[in-house]
């Protein structure tokens, strides 16, 4: 279904599947190779700090809804453990859905969850963020981790806003928006989305009671929303 489908973002950056499925395997590799060196290698220990920094940002906006079973939703997820990781390690009673166009990323993520010992009800679709296969008000999270820029460069703005009219779809009231990402503030020199344009349509779309920006390092940071309800 996605094999002859092209991609031209904002910027005019022009790519098709293959392109995506190329970067995903490096990747891939990249991350496996970090993951296996000892302490002591800088780019693994790098590799390694940002994973635990994540995890930690992750399990304090999550933290809230910790006492119940929560239905977790990751959009254009790629091959990334984090998430489910944090559920596991935290303790949460969890299902966890990640949503991503590569095919080969549930054999790719299944198999690496498989390696870390994860347990839980973890499931993989292939979908767009445009379109995510899911019903109604049925997810209590939609995580976001570095994947706003990657949609904007395959879909521009009218993917990012597509993306986000499915979030607040499936988001039932009361649930959380979880963004992590490049360029916290509008920067016209940058070739990134801001939170900031996202905020801005979540302030047209939809009514929340709390908002938050944890900043990583300056021109990246995370951006969640609480108690979203859809209007």
Known sequence: MFEDHEFIGEKG??????NYE???DRHCALVNS?????????????FQQHHHSNNARLEKFLNPMKRRHINVVEVAA???FTTPYTLHENGYDFTYISCDIYPKLKEINMRGIAETGLQGNIYHLLATASKLPLPDDSMDACVYLHAINDIWYSEGMRGIHASLSE??????P?????SSDQQMDIDPTT???SHIDV????DVNCRYQFEEYDNEVPGRGWLVVYDIREL
């Open 13 to 18: 950056h022009k790519g098709t599947l293959a």
């Open 22 to 24: 190329a970067w995903i």
């Open 34 to 46: 970090l993951i296996a060196e000892s302490s002591g290698n800088p780019d693994a220990d790098a």
């Open 78 to 80: 790629g091959p990334n």
């Open 167 to 172: 979030s607040l779809r499936v988001l039932k």
């Open 174 to 178: 009361g649930g959380v928006f979880i």
């Open 191 to 193: 070739n990134y989305v």
């Open 199 to 202: 905020k801005e349509y979540l």
